[in-house]
């Protein structure tokens, strides 16, 4: 009786020795997942803040430039890809493409000595910058978030308990292809 009540013992010692660093690390990949997503959404309310923005400085503009319709068109365009983005990558996308049409809507900007005097839009200007300070900072917190869990999810023991229990890596916040090259801008407003 004493060697069998031993053994249960010594089985129960044995599974609790397993099982506890098991759900440990099952728990610390729930807490790393969260993590992500909250990062991710810090990124999302910039992104949403910025496009709120953007109607505002499009107004305010298309009052100075009349005839500057492609560029706000432009900004209409990728503003929606924007806030129609469903993963990472489309949204990184959008992002590049509105940032290239904000960069060319600046230049034209540049024409129009008195939209650049206009209060309204030296607010809204300020405002953007800031937004885009903030967009950068969420970035590079989620960017950092995901190689935590990304190496959670590679390295061993937690390879095992990501494979038992579906964690799969998740995707960086990549910029657009192309996104390397400054956009073109024509000072002479001759050509597109």
Not at 100 to 117: C, D, F, G, Q, T
Not at 158 to 163: D, F, L, T, Y
């Amino acid at each position: 009786m004493r060697k069998g009540l031993g053994a249960i013992i010594g089985v129960l010692v044995i599974l609790a020795l397993v099982l506890v660093p098991l759900l440990g690390s099952y728990n610390g990949f729930v807490n790393a997942e969260e993590d992500v997503e909250q990062k991710y959404s810090q990124i999302e309310n910039q992104l949403q803040r910025r496009a709120d923005l953007i109607p505002n400085l499009v107004n305010t503009v298309k009052g100075y430039a009349k005839h500057e319709d492609k560029v706000l068109g432009d900004i209409a365009d990728a503003r929606s890809r924007l806030i129609g983005a469903n993963t990472v990558q489309e949204q990184a996308d959008a992002d590049a493409s509105l940032s290239n049409a904000l960069s060319r809507l600046l230049v034209i900007s540049e024409n129009y000595p008195e939209l650049k005097a206009d209060k309204q839009f030296t607010q809204l200007m300020d405002e953007l910058a800031g937004t885009e300070n903030r967009i950068a900072v969420a970035r590079k917190d989620y960017n950092d978030q995901v190689t935590i869990y990304n190496k959670k999810v590679r390295q061993f023991p937690g390879r095992i308990v990501a494979s038992v229990f579906d964690f799969e890596k998740k995707e960086y916040f990549k910029a657009a292809a192309g996104a390397e090259e400054a956009p073109d801008v024509d000072f002479e407003g001759n050509g597109e």
